[in-house]
């Protein structure tokens, strides 16, 4: 049986993006069967009894401009990356190493952790840290999405049924868990937010699937279904349509296969790359396009031209701002809102690469990649790194060393 292109795609993605991007929600169940979607219905799961504010994702939130707090599974520590002093202090150590399932929850007024059945509050004035119970967290335990004072696990496969589904707030003041009314769809993905709204992509079908057993009549129906991104606004639980497509991609006579990829939102639109493939010629170049948030006004953004490979994007003050392309022996960054091309350095290889934005105008980068995993990180100016520049600043671990783990 064919393994269906966007599973492909979400895998290729995994592994070629920083470690900036988002953790992917947990894997199927082995060997599940597909579900198919009918016309949404609402979930009868409670209704929340807090408001869901202003939706970040939990990486975007860590990166406030002046530091970038992260934990350090291999240590088991949460660590501050100070821009000013371009160093890195550890606040707090856990016991064991590998307990915490999500990054560091950054508030205006301390940092939290969430483990299998504790929340843990470390205040950022440096006061005791403090704990509380948490209990029944479901699915992979994972927030990926935060509020001013909520965590959010929002999960689910195509190969697992609806009601498979994970969509709940953890309450950061008290470790109260309640459900929220994600409607009764084949969720394949959660991508950015807009106030209340996360954008899901999801699998529509008119009929059940069939199981993996019946590899021809999968492939039929797959070749029948829809991916379709919509807003979900966590308070009401509507759903608003975007944008749609084949959902394994668009076919034409000579087999070659278009798809969309999400790039990410600026200002009042959204960006997506269109991977093209040929079975016969491999990737071949694509285009981005961008649309209002309703789905409207499509833009072909002509300033950037596509990827052989998969665009790598990076977000400045919750906005995408660039689109790093290290796929061949050049690396060139795109300027989202100008459309700007910059061809920076020798493409390929780690050193130089962009991780994320300071709020003084600088980028933190990839100064030097070991074998065993650990890498040295450097900060330089923005305009210093597109004309090519390596004189960044190194970035001191607590030890006195260069060698972090991001």
């Given at each position: ?230 807003w979900w606004d966590l ?100 300027d989202v809102a100008t ?68």
């Open positions: 049986m064919k393994v269906p292109l966007p599973v492909v795609l979400a895998l290729a993605l995994a592994l070629g993006l920083s470690a900036c991007t988002p953790a992917a929600s947990s894997a199927p169940d082995p060997a599940p069967t597909p579900t198919s979607e009918t016309p949404v219905e609402t979930a009868t799961a409670e209704e929340t009894t807090a408001v869901v504010g202003n939706l970040q994702s939990i990486m975007q939130r860590r990166n406030t401009g002046e530091a970038c707090y992260t934990y350090q599974a291999m240590q088991g520590e949460i660590q501050k990356l100070d821009y000013a002093s371009a160093s890195v202090e550890t606040l707090y150590r856990f016991g064991e190493p590998g307990t915490v399932y999500s990054d560091v929850i950054v508030e205006p007024d301390a940092l939290y952790a969430v483990t299998a059945d504790t929340l843990y509050k470390v205040p950022l004035d440096g006061g005791e840290a403090t704990t509380l119970p948490l209990q029944n967290l479901p699915g992979s335990r994972t927030p990926n999405w935060c509020d001013e004072r909520g965590a959010y696990i929002i999960e689910g496969s195509p190969f697992n049924p609806p009601e498979q589904n994970v969509a709940c707030r953890i309450d950061l003041e008290t470790g109260a868990i309640t459900d929220l009314p994600l409607p009764h769809i084949v969720l394949d993905g959660v991508f950015a937010a807009d106030g209340s709204r996360l954008l899901l992509r999801r699998c529509v079908t008119e009929q059940p699937l069939p199981s993996f057993e019946e590899q021809e009549a999968l492939d039929a129906a797959l070749q029948n279904a829809t991916s379709e991104y919509d308070n009401t639980g509507e759903l608003e349509k975007v944008v749609e497509e084949p959902y394994e991609g668009t076919v034409d006579e000579q087999g070659t296969i278009s798809k969309m990829l999400f790039l990410g939102k600026a200002e009042d639109r959204l960006y997506f790359e269109i991977v093209v493939y040929n079975p016969d010629k491999g990737n071949l170049p694509g285009q981005v396009v961008s649309y209002r948030l309703d789905g409207s006004d499509q833009k072909i953004e002509a300033g950037i031209p596509g990827s052989v490979g998969y665009f790598a994007p990076m977000e400045r003050d919750g906005k995408l701002y660039w689109l790093v392309d290290n796929n061949s022996d050049r690396m060139h960054v795109y459309g700007t091309d910059y061809d920076v350095r020798p493409g390929l290889q780690s050193e130089g690469y962009p991780v994320t934005f300071t709020g003084d105008g600088r980028v933190l980068v990839v100064a030097k990649r070991y074998e065993k995993g650990t890498e040295d990180y450097g900060l330089i100016s923005i305009d210093d790194f597109l004309a090519g520049s390596s004189n960044w600043t190194p970035v001191k671990s607590p030890e006195g060393g260069t060698v972090i783990v991001f």
